[in-house]
């Protein structure tokens, strides 16, 4: 790939796709556009990219898989049957089980009606839909991949019906399996996140445009960082996906992008990809992430509003508002996958070694930086990422975001999630940072780390680098409180 010369503080030298995957033609403009599905195998073939092996691409399979809808389905134990034709071993429909039978009567009867039978059509049309072999996109690939929503919409039926063959090793899991056989009152709502999707696609069917993008960043070299810090909003109330409109979001991602989504798991990135299933082809595409890789997912709907967290969570209604769209018919919605490390349990401490404030400096820097490089991209909307199940510290990770975010040119909106005594810190100290660099916030977090072991808080021995009084050590806690990891108050930022 080629190599061009960044403006963020010239920290490094960022690579650049030397071509896209589309998998699609656009016939026309503004709102009137005719996509029709494309091979993109010569392009596939020139970067010597892998493919994902598709439903259709198997002739014997794919007959199974016809015969097996070939007659109506009345009843979750038909489907099963259905499914059992062109997968031998799949296991009883013990959660989609519970989600119809909690229906009301007529929303039950709609379902098999024109629900699933609207699915499984989706599903038969893969092969029209792709014609030709859709590309894996490994570690460091970073050719973007454009695909129709009316593509997705297959895909994502294709997976409703557990069509897609084991993933290569490297790669999530593509299947229903986990959701099957849970019945947990936050799995049957992410039931109701999925069929809403689809009855909201049956409907009208979205005419705009996906793109899923592996970016990748070699080197970064923060102590000669001479940009002033970026500005920076702090939320007390209210969450990413709602109170952050027009921003890039942070999905606080599983190095295997969607995580649990597909079973038991129900945080931070899991509830954005039920709310906005479209994200889920992601996971069909895209190889783990390296520790110097974020995923850019551009154009991905929202359909449905939710409440709680965790255990929680539940499905409030549909989300009807639609944004609009960029020129290339993409709707104004962007995330970007970062992972964090994992500092629960004994590793709790490694989270103040240089080397791991440096793994995530560089991951939040490839993860805010312009996919695009337009000269003033939309502030980056994030929060305690990484400070939940993960065991990150709150004030560390918010710190380094801001480094992050200011190096990549983007203001910031940190969402405290209610925290009210984070957002006290972030007050005090953001009050003396007043014209302070990038390299000065940096080299002052560095200096720091070893005080802390002392028993000093982060923020106190920050702010004294910048002319604040020293203060007197907390007195001696009495007693403590341990909250179970699987508490949702525990994990209202992970993963």
Not at 39 to 61: D, I
Not at 171 to 191: I, V
Not at 215 to 229: A, G, H, N
Request: some cysteine; glycine content about 8%; aromatic content about 8%.
């Amino acid at each position: 790939h080629a190599t061009v010369q960044t403006k963020e503080c010239d920290l490094v030298k960022m690579a650049v796709p030397s071509r896209a995957l589309r998998l699609f033609t656009a016939v026309g403009s503004g709102g009137k556009v005719v996509f029709t599905p494309r091979s993109c195998e010569a392009e596939m073939a020139a970067l010597k990219l892998p493919a994902v092996r598709m439903p259709h691409q198997g002739g014997e399979y794919w007959q199974r898989v016809l015969g097996a809808f070939a007659s109506p389905i009345r009843s979750v134990d038909e489907l099963l049957r259905a499914m059992q034709q062109y997968k031998r071993k799949q296991a009883p429909l013990h959660g989609l089980n519970r989600y119809v039978r909690l229906l009301p009567g007529d929303r039950q009867a709609s379902f098999f009606r024109d629900t699933l039978p609207f699915i499984i059509e989706l599903a038969l049309s893969l092969p029209r839909m792709f014609p030709g072999p859709v590309p894996h996109l490994p570690v460091h690939c970073l050719e973007p991949l454009h695909l129709t929503q009316r593509q997705a919409a297959s895909l994502l039926a294709g997976l409703f019906l557990n069509l897609f063959a084991k993933q290569p090793p490297g790669y999530p899991h593509f299947n229903m399996d986990g959701l099957y056989s849970c019945t947990r009152e936050h799995t049957t709502a992410k039931f109701e996140c999925l069929v809403n999707y689809f009855r909201r696609v049956h409907a009208e069917m979205p005419n705009g445009v996906l793109t899923i993008q592996r970016r990748s960043l070699p080197q970064l070299d923060f102590k000669s960082c001479t940009l002033p810090l970026a500005k920076l909003e702090l939320s007390g109330e209210g969450r990413i996906e709602d109170d952050a409109p027009g921003m890039l979001h942070a999905d606080f991602a599983n190095m295997f992008i969607g995580g649990g989504v597909l079973g038991h798991g129900c945080v931070q990135e899991e509830i954005l990809f039920v709310i906005k299933p479209e994200l889920l082809v992601s996971m069909l595409v895209c190889q783990r992430m390296r520790y110097n890789e974020a995923i850019f997912m551009t154009g991905a709907q929202r359909f449905s509003e939710y409440r709680g967290y965790g255990w929680s969570f539940a499905w409030k209604g549909d989300h009807p508002h639609v944004p609009p769209r960029d020129a290339q018919h993409r709707l104004l919605t962007q995330a970007t996958a970062i992972d964090a490390l994992q500092f629960a349990g004994e590793g709790d401490m490694e989270q103040w070694e240089k080397g791991s404030v440096l793994r995530e400096l560089n991951k939040a820097l490839i993860g805010f930086l312009s996919p695009t490089g337009e000269e003033s991209p939309a502030p980056i909307a994030t929060g305690k990422w990484g400070c939940g199940a993960f065991g990150g510290d709150a004030h560390l990770k918010a710190l380094i975001q801001l480094l992050a975010a200011s190096a990549a040119d983007r203001h910031m909106r940190f969402f405290t999630f209610n925290d009210k005594a984070l957002e006290t810190d972030m007050n005090l100290i953001l009050a003396l940072l007043d014209g302070v660099t990038v390299a000065d916030l940096y080299k002052a977090i560095l200096r720091a780390l070893p005080a802390y072991f002392s028993g000093r808080r982060l923020f106190e021995l920050v702010a004294e680098s910048f002319g604040a009084q020293p203060q007197p050590p907390p007195p001696p806690t009495t007693s403590t409180q341990t909250l179970p990891l699987d508490d949702p108050s525990t994990q209202m930022d992970e993963m």
